[in-house]
């Protein structure tokens, strides 16, 4: 039985008062949290003085890395003039009306209006909302499923959390609820038959997607889901040609695509938004986490005109739009978004991404021959690198074992943090990161899989 490590007092305090999110809690005793206490460009360190290079910009978030002063300055200044107000009831701050327009202008097609929420999760709720809405509108009030797709994660709400397409997400919690779907997840390492090439995976997949429309009814269906990239479900990098061909068979059954940015949009791609790396065209977008840089909590769905003016239409017919949050549209969340926007341009953090993408990828490519890892995926600034038992046949490690939480513990001894999604470790640094900094990350997460290796030879864990 392992030992329970000593613990400082604020590790003790923490377990003695804190409920962890996505966290084996069952175990938190004898693993000890982590208190980070402060943070600087894309290091953070602990109340041990420790840095670590943070690898995941906290939670695919912190774009801009720690401790921005021209962040802390508009921040300071908003909170100074009007620290809170709401857009409930036809008010309206200067804020939230400049980051609106903010998103219109970088927006990959036409968009009419901005709705603001405080989360990514409270976003892709919304969007399930505003679908329903917009069908009750139009008199189509049997298409209101929804598309998600398996691996897929879009929230922990309970709307979102069923959109997700997570086993861990639904078991124990009484989910998903009805009238959510999901299609399979394009993920051609894991997925894709014996033989089959990436086109063909493509084809079949696209076609499941048509059989399930045709099988519960185009009529019934509102809309589909999808990250560009698909993160939290272990950085899913799609086939070429799939976005366009599932694309094909939405238009044909009248089916919106609501375009789930939430980690992939303002530059982590390379460009602002996934949408436009991956060639999807989408109806509406979500958006949360690097539109404020983290720095505030905020999120927003975009739509386009027609489909607000069928809000209005239903608006007229019930009395009000009866949609909103608190702390949606905050004027610090909407300051801190207009600020980071406009650093994003000024700095050119596009162009950076683009510049460090190959040394990325060539990074990444280095890491796909090591022994533990059976496949390396990428895009932009955001990878993941999937730990198997064997590489031949793609073999998964038994989940019980651990293996990537195992990893994770393993870069934060050499000073990274990087996330195990399931036995995938994740990548997303800030993208403030210089090329030095980058490499310093590869070689760490280098010496974890070394020691992750090890650990598994020791202990067995490739016994099928």
Not at 64 to 75: Q, W
Not at 344 to 367: C, N, S, T, W
Not at 427 to 448: G, Q
Request: include cysteine; proline fraction near 6%.
């Amino acid at each position: 039985m392992t030992q329970p490590i000593p613990l400082t007092n604020l590790q003790a305090r923490d377990i003695a008062s804190v409920l962890h999110p996505y966290t084996p809690i069952h175990k938190l005793g004898e693993m000890g949290p982590l208190v980070i206490e402060r943070g600087e460009g894309v290091y953070v360190y602990d109340t041990q003085g420790k840095p670590y290079i943070e690898g995941m910009s906290g939670l695919w978030c912190a774009g801009l890395g720690f401790g921005d002063e021209e962040m802390v300055e508009a921040a300071t200044a908003q909170l100074r003039s009007l620290p809170y107000y709401h857009l409930f009831g036809a008010k309206g701050t200067e804020s939230a009306i400049e980051l609106a327009e903010k998103l219109k202008e970088i927006a990959p097609m036409p968009i009419s209006k901005v709705f603001f929420t405080s989360s990514g999760s409270e976003a892709n709720d919304t969007q399930v909302k505003l679908a329903w809405y917009m069908n009750n509108a139009l008199g189509r009030p049997d298409k209101k499923k929804i598309i998600s797709r398996m691996k897929a994660y879009h929230g922990v709400t309970v709307m979102s959390a069923s959109l997700t397409g997570l086993p861990y997400n639904h078991m124990g919690w009484d989910l998903p609820v009805d009238r959510v779907l999901h299609t399979d997840c394009p993920h051609y390492y894991r997925f894709g038959a014996e033989g089959e090439s990436e086109a063909e995976f493509v084809a079949r997949i696209v076609g499941s997607l048509r059989d399930l429309i045709e099988r519960e009814g185009p009529d019934t269906i509102a809309a589909m889901i999808a990250e560009p990239v698909m993160g939290a479900g272990g950085v899913i990098v799609p086939p070429a040609g799939y976005y366009p061909a599932i694309q094909e068979v939405l238009d044909e059954h009248d089916i919106i695509l609501i375009d789930d940015e939430v980690i992939n949009g303002f530059g982590r791609t390379g460009n602002w938004w996934g949408c436009q790396t991956l060639g999807m065209k989408p109806t509406t977008i979500s958006a949360a986490k690097q539109l404020t840089a983290a720095y505030a909590p905020l999120g927003a769905v975009m739509v386009p005109e027609d489909i607000y003016q069928a809000y209005v239409d239903h608006s007229a017919k019930i009395g009000t739009f009866g949609h909103g949050f608190t702390y949606g549209g905050h004027p610090l969340g909407c300051a801190l978004g207009v600020k980071a926007i406009e650093i994003y341009q000024r700095r050119d953090i596009l162009g950076h991404v683009r510049k460090l993408a190959p040394v990325f990828e060539k990074r990444m490519r280095k890491l796909a021959d090591h022994p533990l890892v059976g496949e390396a995926r990428y895009c932009g600034l955001v990878g993941g690198v999937e730990l198997v038992a064997d590489k031949a046949t793609r073999r998964s490690f038994d989940a019980k074992s651990g293996v990537g939480a195992q990893c994770a513990r393993f870069c934060e001894a050499h000073g990274a943090i990087l996330r195990g999604i399931g036995d995938t470790i994740a990548l997303c640094p800030p993208m403030i990161i210089t090329e030095s900094e980058l490499e310093e990350l590869f070689d760490r997460l280098e010496k974890a899989l070394d020691d992750c290796e090890a650990w598994v030879s020791t202990q067995g864990l490739r016994a099928s």
